[in-house]
């Protein structure tokens, strides 16, 4: 099951600090996220999942910055080969 968890941002300005809270939807299922403790592997939909997150700068949950930290070679090349990818069409 999806969980929700909370994420904070703090915006600065000039006059004030303002603090905004988000709800958002974690994408990694129980399942997905304990066989890729016990085993280290993910689902290549997951990757891409993390990637099109990191490419478009969205906030990542705790879970997918994990997976980020032992996935990174390989959401860098599924990140390298969308940029060459859109370069060609």
Same mark, same amino acid.
């Given at each position: 099951? &999806?969980?929700l968890y909370e994420h904070r941002t703090e915006y600065y300005d000039d006059q004030q600090t303002k603090l905004i809270k988000r709800k958002m939807i974690e994408s990694v299922t129980d399942k997905e996220y304990a066989t890729f403790i016990d085993t280290g592997v993910v689902s290549k939909l997951l990757l891409k %999942?993390? %990637?099109k997150k990191v490419k478009y700068k969205v906030h990542l949950s705790?879970?997918?910055s994990a997976i980020l930290t032992d996935k990174i070679s390989e959401i &860098?090349?599924?990140l390298r080969n969308d940029q060459t #990818? &859109? #370069?060609n069409e």
């Open positions: 099951m &999806n969980q %999942t993390i %990637t705790p879970r997918e &860098n090349f599924l #990818k &859109n #370069k």
